[in-house]
């Protein structure tokens, strides 16, 4: 249970999300629908909070985390690849006890198959728009995604 969650930014999260979140905290979840114009301003909205969602345009880095003593879980509100792709100073955060996820994996498959059923829809003459005059079967052809992660 955290005492103050802080949503630092416009998270993207749905209502339904900020009512199961609020079960977690103590106070009313404090909601900022724009991003922080500054380093101070960001330190501003998060100061005396144990928990602080972001989203990836708002970057927390050793001097913000250094300023807020109280944070004990960031939560990024976006996809995290890897330390050194992040918006928030992973290693700072660590050194301080502090845990931060991010979402991994985010939408992968579903990026893949919305890709597929695009492609046979215009493909197959489908809603609005056709590439060609006639529909073009699908019979011998090959369709795929190339790459190495699950959208490829």
């Known amino acids: 249970m955290f005492n103050q969650i802080v949503c630092a930014d416009n998270v993207g999260l749905e209502a339904w999300a900020f009512e199961e979140l609020q079960k977690h905290s103590k106070q009313p979840i404090l909601r900022f629908d724009h991003d922080p114009q500054s380093k101070d301003e960001l330190m501003e909205r998060i100061q005396g909070a144990d928990c602080v969602l972001v989203s990836w345009r708002t970057r927390i880095d050793d001097e913000v985390i250094a300023k807020s003593p109280a944070i004990r879980y960031i939560g990024m509100c976006c996809s995290l690849y890897d330390e050194r792709s992040a918006?928030?100073?992973i290693?700072?955060?660590?050194?301080?006890?502090?845990?931060?996820?991010g979402v991994r994996d985010?939408?992968?498959?579903?990026?893949?198959?919305?890709?597929?059923?695009?492609?046979?829809?215009l493909?197959?003459?489908?809603?609005?728009?056709?590439?060609?005059?006639?529909?073009?079967?699908?019979?011998?052809?090959?369709?795929?995604?190339?790459?190495?992660?699950?959208?490829?």
């Open 87 to 89: 918006n928030v100073d």
């Open 91 to 101: 290693p700072a955060a660590r050194a301080r006890g502090i845990e931060v996820r």
């Open 106 to 121: 985010y939408g992968d498959e579903g990026v893949a198959e919305f890709t597929l059923s695009e492609l046979i829809r």
């Open 123 to 152: 493909l197959k003459g489908l809603g609005p728009h056709q590439w060609q005059s006639e529909p073009i079967e699908l019979q011998q052809r090959k369709l795929g995604i190339i790459g190495m992660g699950a959208t490829g």
